[in-house]
């Protein structure tokens, strides 16, 4: 899923501003009983979270039937983000919170 999603991002963002971009999945399949904070490493595929200067994509692959874990689309930003771009795929239903009052910035679009 990872290299497809990769793939796809590469395709839509690899010329922004000439840099390449730094491509993180989030993980559907992490450990359901705990709070999904968007800096835990253990909710990004490879254990790698976005960087936060702007230099990032951020992708949520959608969720279909049985896999669907409401617990694990609602994500609290437990700091302030800033990412180059966000991309969702098909079906994909996810939310972001922050208790802390964290800013949440997209510099190049949501896909």
């Not at 949520?60 to 694990?72: C, T």
């Amino acid at each position: 899923m990872r290299a497809l999603v990769q793939s796809i991002l590469l395709c839509l963002f690899g010329g922004f501003a000439g840099a390449e971009l730094s491509i993180h999945v989030w993980d559907v399949e992490a450990d359901e009983e705990t709070t999904p904070f968007w800096s835990d490493p253990s909710f990004w595929e490879g254990g790698s979270v976005p960087a936060n200067d702007g230099t990032a994509a951020a992708a949520f692959p959608g969720i279909f039937g049985e896999d669907f874990n409401p617990n694990l689309t609602s994500i609290e930003l437990n700091g302030d983000v800033n990412l180059d771009s966000l991309f969702f795929g098909e079906q994909a239903f996810y939310s972001f919170y922050s208790s802390e009052g964290a800013a949440f910035r997209i510099q190049n679009g949501i896909h």
